[in-house]
């Protein structure tokens, strides 16, 4: 990486942590690593880079973060050796904060949020993803890694629906990250441990709120699946995100997350309600920056049946085949990545589901691509 600046221990802004993060926003960082016995990180473009500062310890990196932190989380990060919360930096950033203990001793991961929410036109999202927010009741999941831009999207679906539908939305995270000003829409925001104790009880009382868009920050445990599924079945429009890199593969975790004997009623609910997934992975851009890449499965028929039966090994044959219907397989978004020049071929391999055969996926996309541009070439040569 490049030269890194000189960091200064003088407090400036509100709070001395402001310093660092103020070099994560100027860097167009995602992330700010504090790990007691290290120097500060942050990580641009997925490669974390060490800035000019100190070694940290415990007591610098208590000055660092007990400024920002609210008194139960940091209650709770003493007792536990966990906590998360949101910090603020008025109208520069938003933070996701992570305090954690490990072997060395404390750490803490802040991550950027945009200061606004971006919108589906400016996020360029395609309109394979774009069409998901038009679904109007059932369950959409958004999948991927830790850092692999889910927020971000599910934030955009929000927004689009708050400024076309006349809504209630209710989100409910841990902690609150993106904050929509209401529309059309009216939304409201409740976040874990401040106004609520857990994810399914908020799912329980959310039914009560007259909801029409209900959105869960992460699908974390039996009973907040069950409580999503049971959302969806009543006919609100319910999104949560998993931790998976395909869309099969986040059906199936669903599934298995559930005791046995539960699993065929598990399978002939989520077969009524799945209406889409969205798996999504970020890729280095050629020149610098990230790139999304896209899986999208839409609700259909054959889904219904193929989830119903327990052959969820058929989705990837239904994506792959579902062009028409609004369905693009990973690989097939990478390959296209690579053919428009956007991200290499060895960073694209990478993240590809089916390595062996990615490559002539390329290839078959390349040439296809220059037999679309032959007749256009000719005809500009022509008189």
Known sequence: MSATPVLSSAETGVNRIDTLLRIVVDKKASDLHLSVGSPPLVRVDGDLMKLKWRTLTEEEYESLVAPIAPERPFKDWRETGDADFGYSMGKIARFRVNLFRQEHGSGAVLRMIPPKVLTIEELGLPPLVANVARVSRGLVLVTGPTGSGKSTTLAALLDWINRTRASHIVTIEDPVEFLHTPQKSLISHRELGFDTP???????????????????????DLET?????????????????????????????????????EQ??????????????????????????????????????????????????MIT????????????????????????????????????????????????RKAAANRAAAPAAGAALEP
């Open 198 to 220: 857990t994810f399914a009880g908020a799912l329980k009382a959310a039914l009560r709120e007259d909801p029409d868009v209900v959105l869960v920050g992460e699908l974390r």
């Open 225 to 261: 699946m069950s409580m999503a599924l049971q959302a969806a079945e009543t006919g609100l429009l319910v999104f949560g995100t998993l931790h998976t890199n395909s869309a099969a593969k986040a059906v199936d975790r669903l599934i298995d997350s559930f005791p046995a004997e």
């Open 264 to 313: 065929e009623q598990i399978r002939t609910v989520l077969a009524e309600v799945l209406k889409a997934v969205v798996a999504q992975v970020l890729l280095r851009k050629k020149g610098g920056g990230r790139a999304p890449a896209f899986e999208v499965l839409r609700g259909s028929s054959a889904l219904s049946n193929s989830i119903r039966e327990g052959k969820t090994n």
């Open 317 to 364: 044959t239904l994506i792959q085949t579902g062009r028409n219907a609004g369905m693009i397989g990973m690989d097939q978004y990478l390959a296209d990545l690579v053919v428009a020049a956007t991200v290499e071929l060895d960073e694209a391999t990478e993240k590809a589901l089916d390595k062996d055969q990615f490559k002539g996926l390329v290839e078959k």
